[in-house]
């Protein structure tokens, strides 16, 4: 009760008080009515309740933490002005602009019925248009694509105003093509699907051969970033980057429920993913994960300021040679004896893989997590996010879509 007492004390201190010594006079009965027993209470409970209450709406209600999130968060006229956002990333997907400078496109017809001449209103219209456009949904909607959503360049898919799910259908295809924004959208229970005649641009429509069911694809793409999203259920991969793909950025976004997370970079035969740089910052990884946070082959990834929660077999694996820098991460092991090891190696002996870099950098390990570092040391270089010593609770405490409405920050 002492604590409880004193936040109604300091409430009521910022809700009466401050005005009043800002306008330079102390309260009188005008303000407030005091009682020997009951203490000082407005003459009007409900208006005192209301005001209470948006007190504590004001010291509660967003807080944004990471260096992402500062670009753009917690600002109420966000949804006027949505473009901003394009300035936001950071890590090697830094620079990735979207659909800025290009008109606002609005969802208004969640249907997918015709792949290769969609109508005007649904997602894949907007997708396939060979303009920068700024895509926004006009209410809560549940996107079952027929086919993969094959996306054009310079777009932005905000999710922002409303809740968006991409469901039980196909799922984001962003190959061969550049600036692309992924936003605040929630792709669960992704499909394999049969392929067919595909729009991807304002050209002819050309056929398609069947997709997996990853929930995000990314093939020979670069200035890639995919911030504030929940992933989850699919038959293969949440997010694949592959193909010499390369300027990516992975933030804020929740995984769950799935087992081969991501995958950085095809097989052992597509040496061009040397050239891949991917960040992955402030995601959450929770119970339900079983491996791939991620998978490399080749390339260069940064994992920095992320939160593992009880993996089933391992957080982060890779073959061919890659790179990766892990920083200020927390590693939570799964319970019982087995899997505390963090990393995992594949299909190389311990004479190669001794070699490859893979260094842990004030990393927090816990439940008897164990991560193996090996080979020489990874320079920074100046499109990597440099680490937060804030905990990772507060720098993922919103990962996943946000619940965001206009007129109010987000």
Not at 7 to 20: H, I, K, R
Request: charged fraction near 25%; proline fraction near 5%.
């Amino acid at each position: 009760m002492g604590d409880h007492n004193l936040f109604l004390s300091f409430a009521y201190v910022l809700v009466f008080m401050v005005p009043l010594i800002l306008a330079g006079r102390a309260p009188d009965c005008n303000d407030i009515d005091c009682d020997p027993n009951q203490g000082c209470y407005s003459q009007n409970p409900e208006l005192f309740a209301a005001e209470f209450e948006g007190a504590r709406r004001a010291l509660t209600e967003c807080k944004a933490v990471n260096e992402i999130d500062k670009c753009w968060r917690c600002k109420p006229d966000w949804a006027d002005n949505r473009q901003a956002l394009a300035d936001c990333a950071l890590g090697f997907g830094k620079g990735t602009t979207g659909g800025k400078g290009g008109d606002i496109y609005e969802v208004t017809d969640p249907s997918d019925d015709d792949c290769a001449e969609p109508k005007e209103g649904t997602l894949r219209w907007g997708v396939t248009r060979d303009r920068p456009l700024w895509i926004t949904f006009s209410k809560d909607m549940v996107i079952t694509l027929k086919q993969e959503l094959v996306i054009n360049n310079d777009k932005t898919i905000d999710g922002r105003g409303a809740k968006v799910e991409i469901a039980n259908g196909g799922g984001l295809t962003i190959m061969n093509v550049k600036n692309v924004i992924v936003h605040g959208i929630h792709i669960h229970h992704i499909i394999e699907t049969p392929g067919g005649t595909i729009r991807s641009n304002e050209g002819k429509p050309g056929p398609r051969s069947a997709a997996d069911g990853d929930n995000i694809c990314v093939f020979g793409a670069t200035q890639v970033w995919i911030d504030h999203c929940w992933l989850h259920d699919g038959p293969d991969g949440l997010i694949d980057v592959t193909m010499a793909s390369t300027m990516v950025t992975i933030s804020n976004c929740k995984f769950s429920s799935h087992d081969k997370v991501m995958l950085l970079g095809a097989d052992a035969t597509h040496s061009e993913d040397k050239a891949m740089r991917v960040t992955l910052a402030y995601n959450k990884f929770v119970e339900g994960c079983i491996q791939r946070m991620p998978r490399c082959r080749w390339g260069l990834t940064q994992v920095v300021n992320n939160d593992f929660e009880r993996w089933g077999e391992y957080a982060i694996g890779g073959s061919n040679e890659p790179t990766i820098l892990s920083q200020g991460n927390k590693y939570v092991a799964p319970d019982g004896a087995n899997f505390k090891e963090v990393t995992r190696r594949a299909e190389a002996t311990e004479a190669e893989w001794s070699k490859w870099s893979w260094k842990s950098e004030n990393d927090v390990f816990e439940n008897g997590a164990v991560f193996k570092s090996s080979g020489g040391d990874i320079p920074m270089t100046p499109e990597m996010i440099q680490p937060s010593t804030i905990p990772i609770e507060e720098l993922t405490a919103v990962a996943g879509a946000l619940d965001c409405k206009a007129g109010a920050p987000c």
